[in-house]
Protein backbone atom coordinates (compact mmCIF):
# COMPACT_ATOMS: atom_id res chain seq x y z
CA UNK A 1 0.00 0.00 0.00
CA UNK A 2 1.03 3.74 -0.86
CA UNK A 3 -0.41 6.24 1.76
CA UNK A 4 -0.90 9.85 0.53
CA UNK A 5 -1.06 12.98 3.29
CA UNK A 6 -1.64 15.98 1.85
CA UNK A 7 -1.57 19.70 3.58
CA UNK A 8 -1.05 23.11 2.33
CA UNK A 9 -4.99 24.14 1.55
CA UNK A 10 -6.63 27.16 3.11
CA UNK A 11 -8.86 30.60 2.33
CA UNK A 12 -6.63 33.25 0.00
CA UNK A 13 -7.98 35.60 -1.91
CA UNK A 14 -8.15 35.79 -5.43
CA UNK A 15 -4.89 36.69 -7.12
CA UNK A 16 -2.99 35.05 -4.55
CA UNK A 17 -0.61 31.66 -4.35
CA UNK A 18 -0.49 28.80 -2.41
CA UNK A 19 1.58 25.66 -2.59
CA UNK A 20 0.40 22.07 -1.95
CA UNK A 21 2.66 19.30 -0.63
CA UNK A 22 2.29 15.76 -0.48
CA UNK A 23 4.08 12.99 1.48
CA UNK A 24 4.05 9.36 0.23
CA UNK A 25 5.20 7.06 2.36
CA UNK A 26 4.55 2.64 2.34
CA UNK A 27 5.23 0.86 -0.63
CA UNK A 28 6.69 4.00 -3.00
CA UNK A 29 8.78 1.07 -5.02
CA UNK A 30 4.93 0.37 -6.49
CA UNK A 31 4.10 3.72 -8.36
CA UNK A 32 6.21 5.52 -10.60
CA UNK A 33 4.14 8.77 -10.94
CA UNK A 34 2.03 10.80 -8.96
CA UNK A 35 -0.57 13.75 -10.10
CA UNK A 36 -2.30 16.02 -8.21
CA UNK A 37 -6.66 16.73 -8.89
CA UNK A 38 -9.36 18.40 -7.65
CA UNK A 39 -12.99 18.82 -7.73
CA UNK A 40 -15.58 21.27 -6.40
CA UNK A 41 -18.69 20.92 -5.64
CA UNK A 42 -21.57 19.36 -7.90
CA UNK A 43 -18.58 18.96 -10.28
CA UNK A 44 -16.12 15.91 -11.65
CA UNK A 45 -12.84 15.37 -10.45
CA UNK A 46 -10.32 17.08 -12.81
CA UNK A 47 -7.22 16.23 -13.67
CA UNK A 48 -4.59 19.17 -13.46
CA UNK A 49 -0.84 17.71 -13.29
CA UNK A 50 1.06 14.66 -12.83
CA UNK A 51 5.38 14.17 -12.51
CA UNK A 52 6.78 10.89 -13.59
CA UNK A 53 8.72 10.07 -9.74
CA UNK A 54 11.87 8.98 -11.52
CA UNK A 55 12.33 11.28 -14.44
CA UNK A 56 10.48 14.92 -13.37
CA UNK A 57 8.35 14.32 -16.41
CA UNK A 58 5.67 16.37 -15.80
CA UNK A 59 2.10 16.72 -17.98
CA UNK A 60 -0.72 19.33 -17.48
CA UNK A 61 -4.25 19.84 -17.49
CA UNK A 62 -6.07 22.35 -19.61
CA UNK A 63 -7.27 24.49 -17.71
CA UNK A 64 -4.17 25.07 -14.87
CA UNK A 65 -1.59 25.03 -17.55
CA UNK A 66 1.01 28.42 -17.14
CA UNK A 67 -0.80 28.53 -13.40
CA UNK A 68 0.20 25.63 -11.76
CA UNK A 69 3.25 23.81 -11.27
CA UNK A 70 3.92 20.19 -10.37
CA UNK A 71 7.54 19.04 -9.06
CA UNK A 72 8.57 16.50 -6.56
CA UNK A 73 11.58 16.25 -3.56
CA UNK A 74 12.52 12.99 -3.74
CA UNK A 75 14.43 12.98 -0.62
CA UNK A 76 11.35 14.33 1.10
CA UNK A 77 9.49 11.77 -0.79
CA UNK A 78 7.23 14.89 -0.96
CA UNK A 79 5.34 16.17 -4.20
CA UNK A 80 4.24 20.03 -4.67
CA UNK A 81 1.66 22.01 -6.79
CA UNK A 82 2.54 25.17 -6.31
CA UNK A 83 -0.67 27.39 -7.59
CA UNK A 84 -0.33 31.15 -9.11
CA UNK A 85 -3.12 33.79 -9.35
CA UNK A 86 -5.64 31.68 -7.81
CA UNK A 87 -8.74 32.22 -8.95
CA UNK A 88 -12.56 31.62 -6.98
CA UNK A 89 -13.15 28.92 -9.60
CA UNK A 90 -9.78 27.24 -8.35
CA UNK A 91 -12.19 26.64 -5.32
CA UNK A 92 -12.37 22.89 -4.44
CA UNK A 93 -11.10 19.94 -2.60
CA UNK A 94 -7.46 19.15 -4.13
CA UNK A 95 -6.48 15.17 -3.95
CA UNK A 96 -2.94 14.05 -4.61
CA UNK A 97 -2.76 10.70 -6.42
CA UNK A 98 0.01 8.18 -7.21
CA UNK A 99 -0.04 4.92 -9.71
CA UNK A 100 1.41 3.42 -12.27
CA UNK A 101 -0.75 4.89 -15.48
CA UNK A 102 0.65 7.77 -17.47
CA UNK A 103 -0.50 11.11 -17.21
CA UNK A 104 -3.03 10.22 -14.73
CA UNK A 105 -2.08 7.50 -12.08
CA UNK A 106 -4.93 6.95 -9.60
CA UNK A 107 -4.03 3.86 -8.37
CA UNK A 108 -3.94 5.54 -4.44
CA UNK A 109 -5.54 8.90 -3.25
CA UNK A 110 -4.97 11.26 -0.44
CA UNK A 111 -7.30 12.21 2.16
CA UNK A 112 -8.12 16.14 0.41
CA UNK A 113 -6.78 19.86 1.04
CA UNK A 114 -9.69 22.47 0.67
CA UNK A 115 -8.78 25.29 -1.14
CA UNK A 116 -11.26 28.21 -0.84
CA UNK A 117 -10.48 31.34 -3.40
CA UNK A 118 -12.50 34.27 -2.71
CA UNK A 119 -13.06 37.30 -4.48
Known amino acids: QVQLVESGGGLVQAGSSLRLSCVVSGRTYSMSAMAWFRQAPGMEREFLAAIKWSTSLTYYGGSVKGRFTISRDVAKNTVLLQMNSLEPEDTAVYYC????????????WGQGTQVTVSS
Open 97 to 108: AAGTSWPKPTNY
